[in-house]
Nanobody
Framework: QVQLVESGGGLVQAGGSLRLSCAAS????????LGWFRQAPGKEREFVAA????????HYADSVKGRFTISRDNAKNTVYLHMNSLKPEDTAVYYC???????????????WGQGTQVTVSS
């Protein structure tokens, strides 16, 4: 069982930066791939980024590639999403998730956090 708690969301102007954190409980954190997803009002949840269990590979949606960076610290049981050059269209609730392997499909992930709101003003 893994419990995930996101933090770091907030209101930022376009062009600004935020760092989201997702702290996990459980001693098997390092065995899970971790992903970030987001859901904007009236839209379906979409993949943002993912990192493999040991951090050796990362994957990004085309819409955030070059602006966002996912990383993990297995010693701290935490995954991060560094977001730069934010745009109004990045406004959404951001969720972290844990699963057996990385995937861009949310069905692959077994555990989810409660989400953190990111709002980017123009």
């Amino acid at each position: 069982q893994v419990q995930l708690v996101e933090s770091g969301g907030g209101l930022v102007q376009a062009g600004g930066s935020l760092r989201l954190s997702c702290a996990a409980s459980g001693r098997t954190f390092s065995s899970y791939a971790l992903g970030w997803f987001r859901q904007a009002p009236g839209k379906e949840r979409e993949f943002v980024a993912a990192v493999s269990s040991r951090g050796g590979s990362t994957h990004y949606a085309d819409s955030v590639k070059g602006r966002f960076t996912i990383s993990r610290d297995n010693a701290k049981n935490t995954v991060y999403l560094h977001m730069n050059s934010l745009k109004p269209e990045d406004t959404a609730v951001y969720y972290c998730a844990a699963g057996p392997t990385w995937s861009a499909y949310d069905a692959n992930y077994n555990y989810w956090g409660q989400g953190t709101q990111v709002t980017v003003s123009s």
